[in-house]
């Protein structure tokens, strides 16, 4: 499961458990997708021991925390903005969403449909369905839709060669 797959199912299975989200990623889809979907937090993997108590400590009370450079300021902002109903994302179904994420992941229909316990036809449905919302006609373009928004990180860097390259 991703993490946000678990947030979800915590908020579901057991909605007074609060949920701290542990990720290296700092960019706007992540951290509100984060906290719509249950998180109660946000803390940098890089984090201190703590800093992570008392990410612990605040959100137990009932609080949100946010791992700088994280600010509620700016996460507010970010999260009005998704409100305003001028981003065709925001008219994604959390379902299409969660497709959206997996498609960019690399899964095909039918993992898709294995991982959510659905059919691939409804699979597909979801994906036409968030294609369609977007504006997007190849799943291509919804991989890169995917990259440029931030919902799947671009992979790691290689490392560059030690110059010169021995021959």
């Known amino acids: 499961m991703f993490g946000l797959d678990v947030a979800r199912t915590v908020r579901r299975e057991s909605p007074s458990t609060r949920v701290i989200m542990l990720t290296r990623y700092v960019n706007e889809w992540y951290v ?5 979907n ?14 992570l108590v008392r990410a612990i400590r605040t959100v137990s ?9 994280l600010s509620d300021t700016v996460v507010d902002r970010w999260l009005r903005a998704g409100e305003n109903g001028r981003d065709p994302y925001q008219r994604l179904t959390a379902r299409e969403r969660q497709i959206l994420q997996l498609i960019a992941a690399g899964d ?35 991989i890169r839709y995917a990259l440029g928004r931030g919902i799947l990180p671009p992979a790691e860097a290689i490392p560059s060669p030690v110059w010169p390259i021995p021959v």
């Open 108 to 142: 095909s229909a039918r993992q898709i449909a294995h991982r959510l316990e659905i059919s691939i036809r409804t699979a597909e449905a979801h994906r036409a369905n968030a294609m369609q919302k977007l504006g997007i006609d190849t799943q291509a373009a919804l």
């Open 32 to 36: 509100t997708e984060s906290l719509r």
């Open 61 to 69: 009370r009932g609080h949100r925390f946010l791992s700088p450079p």
């Open 38 to 51: 249950g998180a109660s937090g946000c803390v940098l993997e890089q984090a201190t021991a703590h800093h």
